[in-house]
């Protein structure tokens, strides 16, 4: 069974600071890998997607994650946060083989200080 | 293009009463999913619809939750009764099929107070 870490429960950060979100994940077989997104009260939006081809993903709102297979990683990253990215990030993955079925991580609270 | 649609958004129960949840998925979209999210952790797959068939109900808790989506297109989801390990926010969503790489579209999602 796959299963997804996401090593931090709440992050706070400045306005303008980078930001880095951590995501593990454990599986035998080789996984998708996804970001979602929550807004306050809103539904999950999704922020990229790790399919196959180069381990660095770029998606929307200037997000980007890497994809690393042997530390078993595809940590999140933003060069430069705005109180609008305030939300929280969910880390997923799904089996390549087969319908679609996402495991998500516990996810992590972004919260921007201005 | 509308997105997912869910109603109600809010909803207040006894426990051991009922309780159901309408979605409307994008149009055209063959698979449907509906997933619970307890506050503090990621959403979990309940049920995954296939036009109006069941692909994955594995983690459904059968002894009390029921889903359809009988003409393969807005879906229905049920408690009864309800226990107060019930209350989380439920989310649907859809997508073009159920490939792996598809991406999923959710709706607000129904937050769902069991007393």
């Known amino acids: 069974a796959q299963s997804v870490t996401q090593l931090d429960s709440q992050v706070p950060v400045f306005e303008e600071a980078p930001v880095e979100l951590r995501c593990n994940y454990s599986?035998?077989?080789?996984?998708?890998l996804f970001w979602y997104v929550q807004y306050p009260n809103q539904g999950l939006q999704l922020l990229l997607k790790?399919?196959?081809?180069?381990?660095l993903v770029k998606g929307i709102n200037g997000f980007e994650a890497e994809f690393n297979k042997s530390q078993t990683s595809f940590h999140l990253r933003k060069p430069s946060v705005h109180i609008s990215d305030t939300a929280e990030y969910f880390c997923?993955?799904?089996?390549?083989?087969?319908?679609?079925?996402?495991?998500f991580g516990q996810g992590t609270r972004l919260t921007i200080n201005p | 293009e509308a997105g997912v649609a869910q109603s109600p958004r809010y909803k207040i129960i006894e426990k051991r009463q009922s309780v159901a949840f309408w979605c409307n998925p994008i149009?055209?979209?063959?698979?449907l999913y509906w997933y619970q999210q307890i506050l503090g952790q990621g959403p979990k797959l309940l049920i995954q619809?296939?036009?109006?068939?069941?692909?994955?109900d594995s983690q459904l808790p059968k002894d009390r939750f029921s889903a359809e989506r009988l003409k393969g297109v807005d879906s229905t989801l049920k408690i009864q009764p309800a226990k107060l390990e019930d209350s989380a926010v439920y989310l649907c969503?859809?997508?073009?099929?159920?490939?792996?790489?598809?991406?999923?579209?959710f709706g607000p999602g129904t937050r769902l107070l069991v007393l």
């Open positions: 790790y399919l196959s081809g180069s381990t």
């Open positions: 599986s035998s077989v080789s996984v998708y």
């Open positions: 149009s055209g979209h063959a698979t």
């Open positions: 619809f296939q036009n109006n068939g069941v692909v994955d």
């Open positions: 997923a993955v799904s089996l390549i083989q087969g319908a679609q079925k996402l495991v």
């Open positions: 969503a859809s997508s073009l099929s159920q490939g792996a790489r598809e991406t999923q579209y």
